[in-house]
């Protein structure tokens, strides 16, 4: 085990490794040279070396620099997972910038909101994503498209020498909804980063030797800080596939030899309907970790038949958290019925109660979360700061408790937020599209079970004589925000919705409603 020791970081006493990279530009060096003749990446026909991807980030890195891009600008990010994402990140790392991704599944409102908070200076992006960026705003002169010229940098042209970054520079703005409605900016510092990525290499033991196949989206904090560039910090190679599809996920699995995954379980559940999972053998598969969702009981079981030797281990974290708080550890007998793991080695969790006392070993609370990994505060936004984090801690606001081991247990999500197969969706802001709509005079968001993906999104909706129907209310929505937000199930009436004495949405009501509509078939 690394050793680690207390230092002061952005004004909060925190546990680190003591040895560490200073940056994740130093981390990335490191494997470039470290592991130079070693697989990197397999995106579809391509195979890159450690040597070779350095290649080409730095070809990257020329390109962005001949805009204009310096140490502290920030640059956003739209493609799809595959390269030249992996080679974006490491180039507007070696420059010192700041990356703010872009989730292919965004709409141009969303886009909009994200460039006029973060106002990067350059657009990298796919040709698929030109239209949405232009609806958003996107200048023309600043958007870099992946298929032109300019993004192979000219061959006389050197690229740019690395950056002198400090720890506690940001590396990256990622951005998540809250109860607001309106997306936040969570700065990731380089300390952050490079801690999450120990933490899941000293986790799961991860190694030159190790592959992992990248499915979820690299612009999500999962992504980027629990599968990427982990896997870049060990020297494992990393096997991207644009969407997940199940049946090629298991193909590629086969095909690659991967030895590690991460996905939500929702993904576990999709594979298990395939007739011949069993089949597909899968032995150097070991690590099969997950998060963002409760994995079913039946679901876990099913996969360890099929799978004998896959370890199924849970984390949780948040984008505050730049990826795990907590991991399950490995061996026999370490996971827990009902837990989460515990706590990251150089994180610390304590449960609080409403008044900002400390509960006792067992008793549920809000969990609180400390460490390197936690990000400073949100981009420039102190009122979002002021009320999420507090004595060095981020406020989760999740209710959970710890056991006398210190294993962790979710009782209860945030309050309102929609999980729909790890994609996390705060009514808030839904309500806040709806609310736009010609007709909609008021508008509410629930949750609505779902075995295979959790949660659907379910809104209800009091319009006017007139008003639009629920098919034009999901085409409106369809078009403006990621295809995971738009209400699957809606209710239009002219009944104004129920309220209590304070005038608030009473949503247990709907969500009963909802759940005696589905009962009867109604739906």
């Known amino acids: 085990m690394r050793r680690t020791r207390r230092e002061l970081h952005r004004g909060r006493l925190v546990t680190c490794y003591a040895d560490r990279p200073a940056t994740v530009q130093a981390m990335l060096e490191a494997s470039f040279s470290g592991h130079a003749e070693r697989p990197a990446m397999v995106d579809g026909e391509a195979r890159l070396t450690y040597a070779q991807l350095a290649q080409r980030s730095a070809a990257a890195a020329a390109a962005l620099a001949s805009l204009g891009v310096r140490p502290g600008d920030r640059v956003a990010v ?20 700041i990356l703010v991704p872009l989730g292919t599944r965004l709409r141009a409102p969303e886009i909009a909101h994200i460039l006029g908070d973060a106002k990067p200076v350059a657009v990298i992006h796919g040709a698929p994503f030109a239209g949405d960026l232009a609806g958003a705003g996107a200048q023309p002169d600043a958007c870099l498209d992946t298929a032109s010229a300019a993004w192979r940098a000219p061959g006389d042209v050197s690229p740019p020498s690395s950056a002198a970054t400090a720890e506690d520079d940001v590396f990256a703005i990622l951005y998540t909804s809250g109860t607001t409605g309106r997306p936040k900016g969570a700065m990731l510092t380089h300390l952050n980063v490079v801690h999450s990525c120990l933490h899941w290499q000293e986790a799961h033991a991860l190694g030159p030797d190790d592959r992992t196949l990248l499915c979820v989206p690299w612009s999500h904090v999962t992504g980027l800080c629990g599968v990427l560039l982990p896997f870049l910090q060990a020297g494992g190679a990393v096997v991207t596939m644009p969407e997940f599809k199940r049946r090629r996920f298991l193909e590629l699995a086969r095909q690659e030899r991967i030895t590690h995954a991460l996905l939500v379980p929702a993904m576990y559940g999709l594979c298990l309907l395939e007739p011949d999972l069993a089949s597909f053998g899968l032995s150097s598969w070991r690590i099969g970790a997950f998060g963002g969702a409760p994995m079913p009981a039946p679901t876990a079981e099913r ?51 409403e008044e900002g006392r400390e509960v006792p070993p067992g008793r549920q609370g809000e969990l609180w979360i400390a460490g390197p990994m936690v990000a400073p505060g949100y981009w420039k936004n102190p009122a979002a700061d002021a009320a999420a984090f507090a004595g060095g801690y981020w406020r989760s606001g999740d209710i959970g408790s710890i056991d006398a081991d210190g294993y962790v247990s979710i009782a209860d999500r945030k309050k309102d937020m929609i999980n729909r197969a790890g994609f996390k969706v705060y009514p808030a802001e839904v309500e806040s599209m709806l609310a736009g709509l010609d007709g909609v005079v008021e508008a509410a968001v629930v949750g609505r079970p779902d075995d295979m993906l959790g949660e659907t999104v379910a809104a209800f909706l009091c319009v006017a004589d007139g008003g639009p129907t629920a098919e034009q209310v999901r085409a409106w929505c369809a078009g403006r925000m990621a295809d995971y937000k738009v209400p699957q199930h809606v209710t239009v009436g002219s009944a104004p919705l129920p309220r209590n004495a304070n005038g608030k949405i009473q949503k247990a009501e709907l969500r009963a409603a909802l759940a005696a509509a589905t009962t009867e078939g109604r739906e």
Request: hydrophobic share 45%.
């Open 303 to 353: 996969f360890g038949q099929a799978f004998p030797g896959l370890q199924l281990r849970d984390c949780y974290g948040a984008t505050e958290t730049a990826s795990p708080a907590t991991i399950t550890p490995l061996g026999p007998g370490a996971a827990r019925a009902g837990s989460v793991g515990r706590a990251v080695p150089c994180g610390q969790l304590a449960v609080m109660d």
């Open 78 to 97: 739209m493609l799809d997972n595959g390269l030249d994402a992996v080679a974006s990140v490491a180039a507007i790392a070696r420059l010192g910038a």
